[in-house]
Nanobody, 120 residues
Framework: QVQLVESGGGLVQAGGSLRLSCAAS????????MGWYRQAPGKQRELVAT???????NYADSVKGRFTISRDNAKNTVYLQMHSLKPEDTAVYYC??????????????WGQGTQVTVSS
């Protein structure tokens, strides 16, 4: 089995910073793309940022220039550094990873989510 465990969420004032972490564990053969998504109350889950195993990144327009995604392949961990946070960034943030368990098994995994609340 594979688990994605997120940490680092919390309450911060507008303009502040937070760093999210997500560590994958289990019988992992390889991890391909990893990413962060978020879901605000009453809204659909949306992409925040993704990063390939080679380090190519992609960001939602709403977070470009403020958020940075990175990963440590040796630790099977992905990070999201968030600066200049805005109240509209308030959401539950979910980690996602495309993981191969064996030659025949490859699937998408999600973390349990971590709450980020930005006060005005």
């Amino acid at each position: 089995q594979v688990q994605l465990v997120e940490s680092g969420g919390g309450l911060v004032q507008a303009g502040g910073s937070l760093r999210l972490s997500c560590a994958a564990s289990g019988s992992i053969f390889a991890i391909y793309a990893m990413g962060w998504y978020r879901q605000a109350p009453g809204k659909q889950r949306e992409l925040v940022a993704t990063i390939t195993s080679g380090g190519t990144t992609n960001y939602a327009d709403s977070v470009k220039g403020r958020f940075t995604i990175s990963r440590d392949n040796a630790k099977n961990t992905v990070y999201l550094q968030m600066h200049s946070l805005k109240p509209e960034d308030t959401a539950v943030y979910y980690c996602n990873a495309d993981i191969r368990l064996s030659a025949r098994e490859r699937s998408d995994y999600w973390g349990q989510g971590t709450q980020v609340t930005v006060s005005s």
